[in-house]
């Protein structure tokens, strides 16, 4: 489980634990069943208050996301994925999009071009959109999909032959910790 927190965010660190690992679930990458981290295992990673991580927990199991199991755990719940519609899915990308406009912003970066680049990140990502969504389907036959996607921007030090690293989550710097 990949979590990273940034204390200077301004979202209040359960928060991000909850948005997190929400993502991780909506993504299947935590499954129905899995297990999270004890609450002493992730606050120890994370370098955080064991409390700030039972909160977060707490707000998983109240809103049907993970199931607490006494002397055991806290797992995905079975409907843990249902339980992220996607209109619920949907707002946590929309929360995420947000601050990468307010950056773009602040960079002097525009729509066109910011578009480019999420285009350019889709095209080198792991894991493809899934195809159960018709929509989704509908979207990658479209002509806009077909189009190659545009060179990146590379360091000097980059072999030209690999597709570019992809940036940390948003609002994520060098004082974040990183859980593997």
Do not use: C, W
């Not at 949907?90 to 960079?107: I, S, Y």
Request: aromatic share 2%; no cysteine; glycine share 6%.
């Amino acid at each position: 489980m990949l979590i990273y927190v940034n204390p200077s965010s301004g979202v209040p660190v359960y928060r991000q634990i909850v948005d997190q690992v929400k993502r991780l679930i909506a993504a299947a990458q935590l499954a129905p069943g899995g297990r999270l981290d004890s609450v002493r295992e992730l606050a120890g990673r994370l370098g955080v208050n064991p409390m700030t991580v039972a909160k977060a927990y707490a707000v998983l199991a109240a809103e049907g996301v993970v199931v607490t199991r006494p002397g055991s755990g806290v797992y995905v719940a079975a409907a843990g994925r249902d339980e992220l519609t996607a209109a619920a899915r949907r707002r946590l990308l929309a929360d995420l999009l947000d601050q990468v406009v307010a950056e773009a912003h602040q960079l002097g970066v525009g729509a066109d071009d910011a578009v480019e680049l999420l285009a350019e990140r889709f095209a080198h990502s792991p894991a493809p959109p899934s195809a159960a969504d018709p929509r989704e389907a509908a979207r990658s036959e479209s002509p806009a999909a077909a189009r190659p996607p545009a060179p990146s921007a590379r360091t000097a030090d980059e072999p030209p032959n690999e597709p570019a690293p992809s940036p940390p989550p948003p609002g994520a710097e060098e004082e974040d910790v990183a859980l593997l």
